[in-house]
């Protein structure tokens, strides 16, 4: 049991810094729109990479609600796999973004890290809520 | 050990959950803290007095952080509303403390600003379940 006693902070903690990290891209992501556009480019281009990216971050906070809300409400706080999961999950998203931020990844390099990171714990997240609230099975 | 009696739970879970997880953040921030202060002092033109003041007001934050959790966890668990209030009080020290490392310290950095206001949040939370579990306390009838 006390391996469950220590997967339970570790996953909050590694959620929080991936969220710090969203948070943090969302507030200064001059740098990696212009890291995406060639070397010249127009405002429309320059918009257009924007609008795409403010919408990967605000897709991902949402999938960071639906994650959160399982969470806290019980429904996985005491799953050891999706623990271990979204654990895994969230903690190479942390490093890749801060690798994306510092290093000036392109745009594409985004939607990878989204799709790996993101949206599997949310996914499994889902169909435990599905399990407790639908088919009636015990949160574990 | 005689019983008398059912008696209701009246602690409040959701207030221990946060408490929990509360600890453990706060260990995070203080650890991102120190290093940030390091790279701070290293990379800002820091005058001296103001870079000594924030370090010495991120100890205090350790120490009244630690009391403040400790006070509310046994609170909530016994049910006592004396040690839960004391630890509503030191909140609101705790979240001056939050605040002025959010606005009003030297140099803030933008992870400095987003921890904090995290920080702040789950102060809110425990200051309203703190509240109410106080009312549930002093209002049971329990001698």
């Known amino acids: ?18 969220l710090v990290i969203v948070i ?23 918009d257009n990479e924007d609008t795409k990216l403010v919408v990967a971050l605000s897709v991902t906070l949402g999938l960071f609600a639906i994650e959160l809300a399982g969470f806290f409400s019980g429904v996985s706080m005491f799953n050891c796999s999706q623990g271990l999961l979204s654990l895994t999950a969230h903690c190479s998203a942390s490093v890749s973004l801060s690798f994306f931020v510092f290093q000036r990844w ?31 099975k015990k949160p574990l | 050990m005689a019983v008398s009696g059912k008696h209701t739970i009246m602690s409040s879970t959701p207030l221990q959950v946060l408490l929990y997880l509360n600890g453990w953040y706060f260990a995070a921030y203080f650890l991102a803290e120190s290093l940030m202060f390091v790279f701070k002092g290293l990379m800002l033109p820091y005058p001296t007095a103001n870079l000594t003041l924030d370090v010495v007001l991120l100890l205090l934050f350790l120490g009244l952080e630690s009391l403040r959790i400790f006070y509310g966890w046994k609170g909530n668990l ?20 939050s605040v002025y490392y959010l606005l009003l310290q030297t140099f803030v950095l933008r992870l400095e600003f987003i921890l904090n206001a995290v920080l ?18 002093s209002r049971s009838k329990v001698y």
């Not at chain 1, 391996?3 to 991936?18: D, E, I, S, Y």
């Not at chain 1, 969302?26 to 127009?42: I, Q």
């Not at chain 1, 989204?114 to 399990?131: G, H, K, R, Y």
């Open chain 1, 106 to 136: 392109e745009c594409w390099t985004y939607w990878v890290i989204f799709a790996l990171c993101s949206v599997l714990p949310a996914f499994v997240e889902i169909l435990l809520f599905i399990a407790v609230f639908g088919l009636k």
């Open chain 1, 24 to 46: 943090t891209i969302f507030w200064s992501r001059e740098n990696n729109v212009e890291a995406c556009l060639p070397l010249d480019f127009t405002q429309e281009q320059y």
């Open chain 2, 120 to 137: 702040l949040c789950f102060y809110s939370l425990e200051m309203l379940l703190g509240i109410m579990s106080i009312s549930a306390f």
């Open chain 2, 78 to 97: 016994t049910e006592r509303s004396l040690a839960m209030f004391v630890s509503v009080l030191i909140l609101v020290l705790c979240a001056v403390l």
């Open chain 1, 1 to 18: 049991m006390s391996a469950v006693g220590n997967l339970v902070p570790a996953r909050f903690l590694t959620l929080t810094a991936h």
